[in-house]
């Protein structure tokens, strides 16, 4: 690890701002799913890029923590190995790709495919905390509906998603009860890794940065994801394996190869797939390990 | 009060700056009655509706409901939560213009279901049955359950807001000028849509309309309203028929004969 930064505080924010973010998710973890407004700052990226999530991942990180941070499930994308770099020069922390070594990961739209443990936080970025935006205009309105718990709102969009499609259509942001209290939107994360939230040992916290807003769910605490009872909730996934790894149960990304309709699936958790590979599982389109 | 009455609200009193809106306004209702508040624009029918379902706070007087427990409460003391579920579910409100109740992103199916979704109803094949047998009680063709609300006529919007008005058996409905903006042969129909579904599931009614003649056909009490003041109440034929206040005989008088 390169040695940290001169002339910046440790982790980039200040320690008032760091203070104020505690604050904001201390109350948020007493509250799961409720949206605790804060004061979001100006970061050193653009809105859309993860504002949110690296200033709760600077409010979080202390000197012995270890950062994974992963987009769309890969540890190798832009936007991962800038913040990655960011958090490393300003905080100095040890990072790693391995879900398994981290204490600390900061996510754009996945859950890593290996269980996380009680010692581990994730930390989510969040574009939009409110799942009624679609639906209802009017922000003074929806927080009244979340005060009054009134979600048949939401019901309606899923009722019209089936009388239209034969099912419900959201893929992705599918929106949960958190603790039979409040709606809460995931995150663009995969329906897929909806039910890993449902009871996960690990501390989640949610940072919208355009939007101010910061929530959570604590430890073991129950996420369902909404449905009817004729209906019920179903986890999307490619029906294919995995052509690297041979996996077919992971959330798998389609990767256009050629100009001919030549496509690769892949799984999504680039970490996940490295570690299988280096086990020896081999995909279909795969190259054993020992002959690379 | 009456032990029996539904709602009563007494000493009534609202100012909007230094105009009255409403003046020491007594109302009782029963339950399965219809009620009619006539007036000239202006004088405070729909203000008096909005305080009596709670949606506006007034400056003096109380509001009673008895729930369907037999319990009166104080509507205007009540928790926000507990009157939103109220008028979610004992309770109804029509608009004048459907386009305020209705969503118009959303199928007719889709409307006439959110009270039941609301309610917690979590069974997409029952709110689907539900809603078109309701569609089918407002004379809408069933086929039309997923169409959006902007392709419906003027007159099929009101009967839609009225479906999904009803889809929760309410016990009271408060309707501010139902028939308002439509024309004749359409006001006709939906006049004895209203009539006779009010009758068949003994909904109580609070109309707010400026039509004497739509209060003569849907009431059976009349209450006569000027510069925010009740200057007359009774049976409607009554009161229609030989009317005491100069101000009923001026409005009684002034209806055009077809």
Redesign the interface.
């Known amino acids: 690890m390169s040695a940290r930064m001169q002339g910046y505080n440790f982790a980039y924010l200040d320690e008032q701002t760091k203070r104020m973010i505690r604050r904001a998710l201390l109350k948020a973890v007493a509250i799961p799913g409720h949206q605790v407004p804060f004061g979001s700052r100006e970061m050193p990226l653009p809105y859309g890029w993860g504002t949110g999530g690296i200033q709760v991942t600077a409010s979080v990180l202390g000197a012995n923590d270890v950062l994974k941070v992963i987009d769309q499930g890969a540890d190798d994308t832009t936007n991962a190995v800038s913040i990655r770099r960011f958090f490393a020069r300003t905080a100095g922390v040890a990072t790693t790709t391995h879900t398994d070594a981290a204490t600390v990961i900061q996510t754009r739209h996945r859950i890593p495919e290996k269980q996380l443990r009680e010692d581990q936080i994730i930390v989510y970025q969040v574009p939009q905390p409110e799942p009624l935006f679609r639906l209802e205009p009017s922000r003074a309105e929806t927080r009244r509906m979340h005060g009054l718990s009134d979600y048949g709102l939401m019901h309606v969009k899923l009722y019209e998603d089936i009388a239209r499609f034969g099912q419900v259509s959201i893929s992705y942001d599918y929106p949960v009860m958190v603790n039979h209290r409040y709606l809460m939107s995931p995150s663009p994360i995969p329906s897929f890794d909806n039910p890993k939230m449902h009871m996960m040992p690990a501390l989640q916290l949610f940072g919208a940065g355009r939007e101010k807003r910061i929530y959570a769910i604590p430890p073991y605490t129950d996420v369902r994801s909404l449905d009817f009872d004729d209906h019920p909730f179903r986890a999307t996934r490619a029906p294919h394996a995995c052509g690297l790894c041979g996996a077919t149960d992971s959330y798998l990304d389609e990767v256009v190869t050629d100009d001919r309709g030549g496509r690769l699936f892949v799984c999504s958790d680039t970490d996940h797939c490295t570690e299988r590979r280096e086990t020896g599982c081999v995909g279909a389109e795969g190259v054993p390990e020992a002959a690379e | 009060m009456n032990d029996e009455s539904l709602l009563s609200a007494r000493g009534l009193s609202l100012h909007f700056g230094a105009i009255p809106a409403l003046v020491d306004v007594d109302v009782d209702l029963w339950p399965g009655e219809v009620l009619a508040i006539v007036g000239e624009s202006g004088s405070g029918k729909t203000t008096l509706l909005n305080v009596l379902s709670g949606r506006m706070a007034a400056d003096a007087g109380v509001v009673w409901y008895r729930d369907p427990a037999g319990r009166l409460v104080d509507v205007h003391a009540m928790p926000?939560?507990a009157l939103?579920t109220l008028h979610?579910s004992d309770w109804g409100f029509v608009h004048q213009n459907p386009r305020d109740n209705l969503?118009m992103a959303?199928?007719a199916?889709?409307n006439v279901?959110?009270?039941l979704?609301?309610?917690g109803a979590?069974?997409?094949?029952n709110?689907?049955a539900e809603a078109m047998r309701w569609l089918e009680e407002v004379e809408i063709d069933a086929d039309r359950?997923?169409d959006l609300p902007r392709t419906f006529s003027g007159g099929m919007l009101q009967r839609l807001q009225i479906a999904r008005t009803l889809v929760t058996h309410p016990r009271l409905v408060f309707m501010d000028e139902p028939t308002g903006g439509l024309d004749v042969s359409v006001q006709a129909r939906l006049l004895d849509l209203i009539r006779s579904l009010v009758a068949r599931f003994s909904i109580a009614v609070v109309l707010v309309t400026h039509d004497i003649a739509v209060a003569r056909l849907l009431a059976q009490r009349i209450v006569v309203m000027q510069r925010g003041r009740v200057v007359e109440t009774g049976l409607t034929d009554q009161v229609l028929d030989d009317p005491q206040h100069p101000y009923t005989q001026l409005l009684v008088s002034s209806v055009l004969q077809a």
Not at chain 2, 122 to 125: C, D, K, T, V
Request: proline share 4%.
């Open positions: 926000a939560p939103r979610r969503r959303v199928s199916g889709g279901g959110e009270r979704m609301a309610q979590r069974h997409y094949a709110i689907r359950i997923d």
